[in-house]
């Protein structure tokens, strides 16, 4: 069975602050991939990064960036200087790659992180 | 454009009735996706299909039922059976991973908010 149990329900912060977004999952598999993604009030969701298992370096995409440990099972999220335009749900999300399973996501309960001006 | 589109956004159901809720894509994605999210929950997947004519149960299949006759299209049928079936329903597809390292996110349509009347 896997697990992603995102520790933080909701997060409000004001704007230009740097915030943090908790994720930590459980599997028995070896080889898995890593997600978040962003559901703004539209409510589709926006893809924003993939991890693999193997790979353990942290990414950095203009303002966002991840930080994967293995050793404690955590994939965290990282908003520098935040913007009103980062007000969504953020989902972490896990999936692993052999057998049947290709595709399927499971998702953590989202957190809700909102930036005040 | 590419893309999922999901229709109807918003629709309400009376009590004992079925209704069926459609998801089109165009990025000839062979895995296919049915997801419910509720508030404070997360995403809980209904059903999948890796391949037309074929689909399987996911986690909160009971009272759902699916088709995908062509690769382009896989309704959802919300039945009388789903005793509390108001929530946001997301479709989703992916390319369907045929080896480990293969990238396979998922991409959503907008989404269809259903509600009991």
């Known amino acids: 069975a896997q697990k992603v149990t995102q520790a933080q329900t909701e997060i409000s912060v004001v704007e230009k602050e740097d915030v943090t977004l908790d994720c930590v999952y459980e599997?028995?598999?070896?080889?898995?991939?890593l997600f978040w993604y962003k559901q703004p009030p539209s409510g589709e969701l926006v893809f924003l990064i993939r991890?693999?298992?193997?790979?353990?370096q942290n990414e950095i995409s203009g303002r966002y960036s991840w930080n994967f440990q293995k050793s404690t099972s955590s994939f965290n999220f990282t908003i520098t200087a935040s913007q009103v335009v980062d007000s969504a749900v953020y989902f972490c999300?896990?999936?692993?790659?052999?057998?049947?399973?290709?595709?399927?996501?499971?998702f953590g309960q989202g957190t809700i992180l909102t930036v005040h001006p | 454009d590419g893309g999922i589109t999901q229709s109807p956004k918003y629709l309400f159901r009376k009590e004992g009735q079925n209704v069926t809720l459609s998801c089109e894509q165009n990025?000839?994605?062979?895995?296919m996706y049915w997801y419910r999210q509720d508030p404070g929950q997360g995403l809980r997947l209904i059903y999948y299909?890796?391949?037309?004519?074929?689909?399987q149960k996911g986690d909160i299949a009971e009272g759902y039922s699916v088709s995908r006759e062509k690769k382009e299209s896989f309704p959802l049928t919300v039945t009388s059976a789903q005793k509390n079936p108001t929530a946001f329903y997301l479709c989703?597809?992916?390319?369907?991973?045929?080896?480990?390292?293969?990238?396979?996110?998922?991409?959503f349509g907008q989404g269809t908010r259903l509600t009991v009347v």
């Open positions: 599997t028995r598999d070896t080889t898995y991939y």
């Open positions: 989703a597809s992916s390319l369907l991973a045929r080896t480990a390292t293969m990238n396979t996110e998922a991409f």
């Open positions: 990025l000839n994605h062979d895995a």
């Open positions: 999300a896990l999936r692993n790659a052999g057998g049947t399973s290709y595709g399927k996501l499971t």
């Open positions: 991890r693999n298992s193997f790979d353990e």
């Open positions: 299909s890796q391949i037309v004519n074929d689909f």
